[in-house]
């Protein structure tokens, strides 16, 4: 018969069950950083019910037992943990359906570029490129620009045109 090691003070159901606890935490974390290595599709039964089941399970059940001791027995404290683990693996199942299906921003556009104001960090020469930075969606993004005339670095401009997705025409805002 084999024996589990196990820690002074802390009986062998306890280190079993923690086990139990700990590979829920293996399958979540395999179903986060493996990609589809334990993807069980968008079905009732997720990877993320499952890790949090098994996990919650393994956990409650090692929680149960040294608090309890040896009073209740092992299927007494099979029995909570299973009612303990259902609403947490419902609840994280609930949670990664709300955050997958959250709606985001939509990706910005060489359309959202024009109207936008920014400031010159290399000069523009007349008939060449410089640079400017503007902000799209509160990020900076730093953009080749071209102009009618010479902007220097620094001067305020507002973009008018959009020649592609990284290049600008702009003008010069007027000092008010």
Request: proline letters at 5%; hydrophobic letters at 55%; charged letters at 15%.
């Amino acid at each position: 018969m084999t024996k589990v090691a196990t820690v002074p003070g802390v009986g062998t159901a306890t280190v079993v069950f923690l086990i139990i606890g700990a590979i829920g935490i293996v399958i979540a974390a395999v179903a986060v950083l493996g990609g589809d290595l334990l993807d069980l599709g968008d079905g009732f039964v997720s990877t993320e019910l499952l890790a949090a089941l098994v996990g919650g399970f393994g956990f409650s059940a090692a929680v149960v037992n040294e608090l309890t001791g040896d009073a209740l027995g092992v299927t007494a404290v099979v029995f909570i943990a299973i009612f303990a683990a259902l609403p947490l693996a419902f609840l994280a199942s609930y949670l990664v359906k709300r955050m997958s299906n959250m709606r985001t921003d939509a990706t910005p556009t060489r359309a959202d570029l024009v109207g936008t104001r920014g400031v010159v960090v290399t000069p523009v020469p007349a008939g060449g490129f410089g640079e400017v930075r503007v902000r799209i969606g509160g990020q900076p993004v730093k953009l080749s620009a071209r102009a009618e005339r010479p902007v220097p670095l620094g001067t305020k401009v507002v973009v008018t045109a959009a020649v592609s997705d990284t290049s600008v025409i702009v003008q010069e805002v007027p000092e008010q």
